[in-house]
């Protein structure tokens, strides 16, 4: 199959699509025929990459993609990618980085969120790009956006911390672990409240998927992305009617000051914040700030600190008055995520390599 998708224009990755959708899956062979008749109606019916991926991929008659249909063509990839090789033979994670590649696809995709990837979002995004990238790139750790096998291992060994029973959910007190306690316990409770979950898998009551985690992690490291935005925004707004009332930033920031107090540090009062905030956003209508608010201020990261991580407003604050500016080492190119990812995956593996001079020593949760 992939001297045929590479005959019918296709990128190399198209090739289990291909070949499911010309019927594979049930027969576990595909005759020319067959193929012939799938391939003439999708030209015939689909005139760019991104409705041929989703006639491919989806389920007929279907307009978008939803997260199951992403499984097989990432199976695939698992399978053949020579990035890869080594994560084969560990079948039992091989449904785990699945799972972590199709989050980030519609964490990125999906600007609907609504649990359906549209033709029209695939237009937009970098996906198939991407996809025709696998082809040409032999190091899958270069394709940061989605496939990165080191940016899986981060995030799960985030998860990994934090789900000391093992059962794959997180609850409250697990998550109020993450960063050592750096997240208000109110955020918490709006992270489980189902404001920034409803539109994927049903899921039990009191907990978190992996799944649900990837998200977390990908919002809570990098707050410039659009979604990370309306992830903790849609938190933030406790009534959902679109906009962030100064009720409702007294609310997060009373528990915030609390935090403050406690590590020594004098909080300022809430009404001098306020002003600071609003000063900061310059929002369109006075004392009441909308996501389309945060997004044009380009300050989203600095503001959402401020009301429920203690932690990174307070580095925020010293790095200000000290004037220093952030990460001044870095590739001013790679995202807050990149740059992230990249530091936890250096001290895992540091962590990693020390641990095996210890006799007791466990493996850790994939390999690495």
Not at 148 to 175: A, G, Q
Not at 207 to 228: G, R
Not at 232 to 247: N, Y
Request: glycine fraction near 6%; proline fraction near 4%; aromatic fraction near 12%.
């Amino acid at each position: 199959m992939a001297v045929v998708a590479k005959a019918c224009g296709c990128p190399l990755y198209w090739k289990a699509p291909l070949f499911y959708a010309a019927g594979g899956e049930r027969t576990g062979s595909v005759s020319v025929h067959m193929f012939v008749a799938m391939w003439r109606k999708v030209l015939l019916t689909c005139h760019d990459d991104a409705a041929r991926f989703v006639r491919l991929l989806g389920h007929p008659g279907c307009s978008g993609l939803i997260q199951e249909d992403f499984v097989p063509f990432l199976q695939d990839v698992v399978n053949s990618h020579p990035g890869l090789a080594f994560l084969r033979a560990a079948k039992d994670f091989h449904s785990r980085y699945i799972t972590t590649v199709i989050q980030r696809i519609f964490y990125t995709v999906n600007r609907s969120w609504s649990g359906m990837i549209s033709r029209e979002e695939l237009r937009r995004s970098s996906f198939l790009q991407a996809v025709s990238q696998l082809e040409v790139e032999p190091d899958i750790n270069r394709m940061t956006s989605f496939f990165s096998y080191e940016h899986f291992y981060v995030i799960y060994c985030k998860f990994w911390e934090l789900d000391l029973d093992r059962d794959l959910t997180i609850d409250r007190s697990d998550l109020a672990r993450h960063g050592d306690g750096a997240i208000s316990s109110r955020m918490i409770d709006r992270i489980f409240s189902g404001a920034v979950t409803r539109a994927r898998l049903p899921r039990k009551v009191g907990k978190l998927s992996y799944a649900d985690f990837v998200w977390f992690l990908l919002s809570e490291e990098d707050k410039t992305t659009p979604t990370s935005t309306e992830y903790w925004f849609r938190c933030m707004d406790l009534d959902g009617d679109g906009a962030l009332s100064m009720f409702e930033l007294e609310f997060f920031y009373e528990e915030q000051a609390q935090r403050m107090a406690a590590r020594g540090v004098e909080p300022l009062p809430f009404h001098d914040l306020a002003r600071q905030v609003l000063d900061l956003v310059a929002p369109r209508c006075p004392g009441r700030i909308t996501l389309r608010d945060l997004k044009q201020c380009g300050l989203a990261g600095e503001f959402f600190d401020a009301f429920f991580n203690v932690d990174k407003y307070l580095a925020r604050e010293q790095r200000e008055q000290a004037g220093t500016p952030q990460d001044t080492d870095s590739d001013p190119a790679a995202s807050a995520w990149d740059r992230y990812a990249a530091e936890e995956y250096d001290f895992l593996v540091a962590e990693e390599a020390m641990a095996e001079d210890d006799d007791d020593h466990d493996e850790g949760p994939c390999p690495l």
